[in-house]
């Protein structure tokens, strides 16, 4: 698929068919990802491939936490729609910054962090793009950094930056509109 065309047809996932995603199209993607560019060539993403009985256990344990979370007054609803939206995908591939416990180091631990998940950014976004041209569809979700429970269990000496779900695809959703270019970009030549 032409680059311009899967940037213009990928579409955020929320309903998900059952079938299994081949390892090797997995491995794929996360090929994908780590031909993105990062600050001296740092690659301060990690991934991690939650399938199968593990992904099972894991969605099981984020609905508890949230529905607890919610119960408490903790967190907003639109996180239990990003649940269900998760309910569905055969996979789901937690991404952190391996980078994090290098911060501590740095004169400006605050901007180091910004580069890097710029990088990490770019690095989703060509997971994102290389599913879309192999027919599976994602979904890029940060909601969840907002549970806290739900970070405990996910969080590692590494930051999670976020998580994607991954699977074949059900429906095409519809272009949430953007911006006009006009109204966000300005030129200068002067
Ligand atoms: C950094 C980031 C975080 C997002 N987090 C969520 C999320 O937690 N839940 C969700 O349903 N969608 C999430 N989305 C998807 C956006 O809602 C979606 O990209 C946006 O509405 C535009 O739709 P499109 O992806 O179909 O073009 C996220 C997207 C990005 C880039």
Do not use: H
Not at 78 to 94: D, G, I, N, Q, S
Not at 176 to 181: I, T
């Amino acid at each position: 698929m032409e680059l311009m065309k899967a940037m213009r047809t990928r579409r955020s996932i929320r309903n998900f068919q059952p079938t299994p995603v081949p390892q090797k199209l997995i491995e794929s993607l996360l090929a994908a990802a780590i031909e993105a560019p990062s600050p001296k060539n740092a690659q301060p993403w990690r991934f991690v491939v939650v399938a199968q009985k593990s992904r099972d256990a894991l969605f099981a344990r984020i609905r508890v936490l949230v529905e607890e979370e919610l119960a408490a007054g903790r967190i907003g609803v639109c996180v239990r729609a990003t649940v269900r939206a998760m309910e569905e995908a055969p996979v789901f591939v937690l991404v952190y910054n391996r980078a994090t416990a290098r911060y501590s180091m740095e004169k400006d631990p605050v901007l180091a962090r910004v580069i890097d998940v710029q990088s990490i950014g770019a690095s989703i976004q060509n997971m994102l793009l290389a599913a879309q041209e192999k027919g599976l569809g994602t979904l890029w979700i940060c909601d969840l950094l907002d549970v806290d429970p739900v970070l405990r269990l996910l969080q590692t000496e590494d930051e999670l930056v976020a998580v994607i779900a991954l699977g074949y695809p059900v429906g095409d959703p519809p272009r949430p509109p953007r911006c006009a270019l006009a109204d966000i970009v300005t030129w200068q030549t002067e």
